[in-house]
């Protein structure tokens, strides 16, 4: 069924990519910075070492679930400031069409 405002709805898609690109660059950094995090567990701590590689995968994935998170989340933020001040530019832009439609360009502009 066709949406009423197609606009937002692509704009809801492409608001989607974005937070998906954001989870998947977070948990790629996250993962990395726990797999380093496991390793250096693993030289320094015997309680690291002595724990179950069940156990270390889940703190490895908890690791990138969590940076995935919030790497979408700011990505998505980034995201609706950016669609803000696109917005806020077109109404100005159209506001001044509007003015200068009503009133004319002045005189002094090339």
């Keep these: 069924m066709p949406s009423i405002n197609d606009s937002k709805h692509d704009e809801a898609v492409e608001a989607s990519w974005e937070a998906t690109r954001g989870a998947v660059y977070g948990a790629i950094k996250w993962g990395a910075a726990t797999a380093m ?4 567990g693993y030289l ?5 070492r002595g724990l179950t590689i069940q156990f270390k995968v889940y703190l490895q994935m908890s690791g990138m679930a969590l ?17 803000r001040v696109q917005r806020r530019l077109a109404r100005d832009r159209a506001m001044w069409q509007s003015f200068e439609q009503q009133y004319g ?3 002094d502009e090339d």
Aim: glycine share 10%.
């Design 37 to 40: 995090l496991g390793g250096l």
């Design 44 to 48: 320094v701590s015997p309680i690291y």
């Design 67 to 83: 940076g995935s998170m919030i790497e979408a989340d700011r990505s998505l933020r980034q995201y609706e400031a950016r669609m």
């Design 105 to 107: 360009k002045d005189e």
